[in-house]
């Protein structure tokens, strides 16, 4: 029961990510990501919110947040969840975890997009 409830919460996240895709296209062009920016700040807030309240208050159960938090934000933005781990990790771990781990997705995430499309052009 538990993976259809981040089945069912990812199918809805990744529905608005593509309607918030084009509305910002629409609205204002390509020349900017605005509708990947507008997911990602939108989704960083809620996943703040709804950890915050399934944290102080346990407003949220277990379920809620498998489709909320894992299935409806993990799909709209993964970003979301990578700055919650990385606050996380700031407020529990270490300042050296969190910082690895923004220096890792960063750095590396934008040196493997460059290496995709290096190889990429090795395959064509």
């Not at 538990?2 to 919460?9: M, P």
């Amino acid at each position: 029961m538990k993976l259809v409830y981040v089945f069912i919460g990812g199918s809805l996240g990744a529905a608005c990510r593509y309607g918030v895709s084009l509305w910002a296209t629409r609205s204002w062009g390509a020349g900017f990501p605005y509708g990947t920016l507008m997911v990602n700040l939108t989704g960083c807030l809620l996943i703040g919110l709804a950890f915050g309240l399934s944290e102080r208050a346990n407003l949220l159960g277990p379920n809620v947040r498998l489709f909320f938090i894992t299935g409806y934000l993990g799909a709209l933005t993964t970003f979301s969840s990578y700055a919650l781990e990385t606050i996380n990790a700031a407020r529990t771990t270490s300042f050296l975890v969190a910082g690895c781990n923004l220096l890792a997705n960063n750095l590396l995430g934008f040196a493997l997009v460059v290496a995709g499309m290096l190889l990429s052009k090795l395959m064509v």
